[in-house]
């Protein structure tokens, strides 16, 4: 099963939170979130608090939040943007999502771990460009998460960023 960073405060993007949170970031506040999930593992951890903040622009590496049509709100890396396309996925997932600007709830510009706060690290292009590859296989596998993790991409991928 594949783990995910969802916000549990439901799926309805029409429900109170989502508007409340979408509203508070237009108008320019930053809004801070609880994490759930391992999905973007080793970057956040459960119960991690991250500091949103919307901005006019978004870069591959970014950490975003975003409304996916069935997950609910989602925290994971923007790994390229293809016209109005934005590919996101989880670092510690095989999944991409595929999401719009307007979907975009903001970025990540603060992490607190057990009360320690960061701003979140550059990723390298390197980075990006494996953890997109191992999409790929996992599409290729047929989606099969088992023929996926015995692939040499992904336990390359692993080693180097997600056991650091």
Same mark, same amino acid.
Request: hydrophobic content about 35%.
């Given at each position: 099963?594949?783990?995910?960073?969802?916000?549990n405060?439901g799926r309805?993007?029409e429900s109170?939170?989502?508007?409340?949170v979408s509203s508070?970031?237009q108008?320019g506040?930053?809004?801070?979130?609880?994490?759930?999930?391992?999905?973007m593992?080793?970057?956040?951890?459960e119960?991690?608090?991250?500091?949103?903040e919307k901005?006019?622009? =978004?870069l591959p590496?970014? $950490?975003?939040?975003?409304?996916?049509e069935?997950?609910?709100?989602? *925290?994971?890396r923007?790994?390229?943007?293809k016209?109005?396309?934005y590919?996101?996925?989880g670092?510690?997932?095989?999944r *991409?999502?595929?999401t719009t600007y307007?979907? $975009?709830?903001?970025?990540?510009?603060?992490?607190?771990?057990?009360g320690?706060d960061?701003v979140?690290g550059?990723?390298?292009?390197?980075q990006i460009?494996?953890? =997109?590859k191992v999409?790929r296989k996992?599409?290729?596998?047929?989606?099969?998460v088992?023929?996926t993790r015995?692939?040499? $991409?992904y336990?390359? =991928?692993?080693? $180097?960023?997600?056991d650091?």
């Amino acid at each position: 099963m594949e783990n995910k960073c969802i916000q549990n405060y439901g799926r309805n993007k029409e429900s109170f939170y989502h508007k409340l949170v979408s509203s508070m970031l237009q108008k320019g506040y930053a809004v801070t979130l609880s994490v759930q999930g391992i999905s973007m593992f080793p970057a956040l951890q459960e119960n991690d608090m991250v500091r949103i903040e919307k901005k006019k622009l =978004y870069l591959p590496g970014d $950490i975003v939040v975003f409304e996916h049509e069935t997950e609910g709100l989602l *925290i994971h890396r923007l790994l390229k943007v293809k016209g109005s396309r934005y590919l996101c996925k989880g670092d510690n997932c095989f999944r *991409i999502e595929c999401t719009t600007y307007k979907e $975009i709830y903001g970025k990540v510009v603060l992490i607190s771990h057990e009360g320690i706060d960061k701003v979140p690290g550059a990723v390298s292009k390197k980075q990006i460009r494996l953890s =997109y590859k191992v999409n790929r296989k996992f599409v290729r596998s047929g989606c099969n998460v088992k023929l996926t993790r015995k692939s040499f $991409i992904y336990n390359k =991928y692993k080693r $180097i960023y997600l056991d650091s």
